[in-house]
């Protein structure tokens, strides 16, 4: 009778070890079924992606798709409940509209990010004073030879009005001043197709985040000051933005969407951030609030 008491205690612990072992993932965090579909800012998207695959790799149940598109379009979906994360550049306030509402959106920032003026390597300019870069993407500087660079025409390529991207670069790179924008001149939201057009044709200016700078575009200092992480920790580089992850606040699908949203915040997601080039909030020096105000952090 003994040793079929055992027996049945041994059974029933290991029953109940595999029952509470199938409640944590290999991240020792804990699992949540579904999906998400998660759009916006084409600058969060590539470490987004590689965080949802690792993040699915520990949590087979849970199927991530993530999309582009632009902040204004990750933050009008989660909205509106087509997506069940936005991901922006920007504070919901600086888009606030008709079809943006902040009041319904819960802010998650995950890391930050530094943009930069990037051009094609032959223009023969690596320093522009930030009135200078003002000047040329207001159309008054035609010419890379009107500032010391070669004989060539300046090819501009912006962003739609939507991109996240490009209101962070207006507002900290030109200082507010509206993009010059001839007909039938290059607009594209891509940053993989920016830095393709900007690499591949001659004299032309563009803009990119940190982590989409390779080989195959030159990055320019303003002022002496060149684009580095730890320049913009300190804000002596100053065109960056914190990386939001925003959720509506009806929370129809709130535990995968924070458990995902956790697992970037961990150890293992703020290695990946390190990793691939972004910058993990608390390395911050400073913080930024919407209106653009700095102080220590």
């Not at 989660?78 to 009041?103: H, Q």
């Not at 575009?217 to 730890?230: M, R, S």
């Amino acid at each position: 009778m003994l040793k079929k008491s055992l027996l049945l205690g041994g059974v029933f612990a290991l029953a109940f070890g595999a029952l509470t072992g199938c409640s944590e993932g290999t991240s020792g965090q804990q699992q949540a079924g579904g999906s998400l579909t998660i759009v916006g800012s084409t600058a969060m998207q590539p470490l987004v992606e590689e965080a949802g695959k690792a993040y699915s790799a520990k949590n087979p149940n849970v199927q991530i798709n993530v999309q582009g598109g632009g902040s204004g379009q990750g933050l009008s979906s989660v909205m509106n409940d087509t997506a069940d994360i936005g991901n922006s550049d920007l504070f919901a306030e600086e888009k606030s509209n008709e079809n943006i509402d902040p009041s319904q959106l819960v802010d998650h920032k995950v890391f930050v990010v530094g943009f930069a003026p990037v051009v094609n390597p032959d223009v023969g300019v690596d320093n522009l004073t930030q009135q200078q870069l003002i000047d040329i993407f207001t159309g008054k500087i035609k010419n890379w030879k009107e500032i010391g660079g070669k004989d060539l025409p300046v090819v501009l390529v912006n962003r739609p009005e939507s991109s996240g991207t490009r209101a962070t670069f207006a507002k900290y790179a030109l200082k507010g001043n509206t993009e010059f924008r001839a007909k039938g001149g290059i607009e594209e939201d891509s940053s993989g197709t920016v830095r393709k057009i900007v690499s591949e044709t001659p004299g032309a200016i563009g803009y990119l985040a940190f982590s989409y700078i390779d080989s195959s575009v030159k990055a320019l200092k303003l002022d002496g000051v060149e684009p580095t992480n730890q320049n913009v920790c300190t804000n002596k580089w100053k065109v960056w933005s914190y990386e939001h992850m925003y959720t509506n606040k009806n929370g129809k699908n709130s535990k995968t969407e924070n458990a995902f949203i956790q697992y970037i915040l961990s150890g293992e997601g703020q290695a990946l951030v390190k990793k691939m080039e972004y910058i993990p909030v608390s390395q911050m020096k400073v913080e930024r609030d919407a209106d653009g105000s700095v102080k220590p952090e």
